[in-house]
């Protein structure tokens, strides 16, 4: 079974331009998530999808992030506009249900640079 | 507000040896725990989780413990394997979606 696939798998841009990461979950998995992994701040929760529906994006540090989830088979990270402080591993994840004893499955993760 | 705890960054054990990974929490509303394995340029992946009214799980070579009047956990790989080389983040949840996670051990087993 293909797992969580995250594109693309590396992005560098300038500072100022929009960033559009995209995401395909496991077919099946209606919970959604997208964590961002910094050196300072390890990996964090940026925001929570339960069938398609944003239920807690609390983690979502600006209004410059959004994130979207047309359909149960994608979903995209829009950081606009960028700024270097943005750069970071960014991963999607997602599971069946949520909570304890539904473990959530990583995407590779989309290493962003901001220059 | 570093709610788990992962103190030591780094854990170096030869192979067929055991390994040893702690883990400490601060939320005494946390009740179910996992860890995760990460190589580099990869998604962590799920290895094994415990559940709070339990205070061990063992799959396999690997078996966490808990101890939840310490507010500690514990990860045992044995024996430990050359793949078992890889960054290892402890995690936690209530009953809800949220996990807080750790920042991670590096474990290199040496041949």
């Known amino acids: 079974d293909a797992g969580v696939i995250q594109s693309p798998r590396h992005e560098v841009t300038e500072m100022g331009q929009e960033v559009t990461l995209r995401c395909k979950p496991i077919?099946?998995?209606?919970?959604l998530f997208w964590y961002r992994q910094t050196m300072m701040r390890g990996l964090e929760l940026l925001i929570y999808?339960?069938?398609?529906?944003?239920?807690?994006d609390s983690g979502m540090p600006e209004d410059r992030f959004s994130a979207k989830m047309p359909n149960a088979s994608f979903s995209t990270l829009k950081i606009q506009p960028s700024e270097p402080r943005d750069s970071a591993v960014y991963f999607c994840?997602?599971?069946?249900?949520?909570?304890?004893?539904?473990?959530?499955?990583f995407g590779d993760g989309t290493r962003l640079s901001i220059l | 507000d570093q709610q788990v705890k992962q103190n030591s960054p780094s854990l170096s054990v030869q192979e067929g040896r055991i390994s040893i990974l702690n883990c400490d929490y601060t939320?005494?509303?946390?009740?179910?725990f996992l860890w995760y394995k990460k190589y580099p340029a990869e998604g962590p992946t799920f290895l094994i989780s415990?559940?709070?009214?339990?205070d061990k799980n063992e799959d396999g070579r690997f078996t966490v413990f808990l101890n939840k009047s310490a507010k500690h956990l514990s990860l045992h790989i044995v024996p430990s394997q050359p793949g078992d080389s890889a960054v290892y983040f402890c995690?936690?949840?209530?009953?809800?979606?949220?996990?807080?996670f750790g920042a991670g051990t590096t474990v290199t087993v040496r041949a």
């Open positions: 994840a997602s599971s069946v249900g949520s909570g304890p004893g539904r473990p959530q499955h």
């Open positions: 077919s099946g998995h209606n919970s």
């Open positions: 999808f339960n069938n398609n529906v944003p239920i807690d």
């Open positions: 939320n005494s509303m946390f009740d179910y």
């Open positions: 415990i559940s709070s009214i339990k």
């Open positions: 995690a936690a949840s209530s009953t809800d979606y949220k996990l807080s």
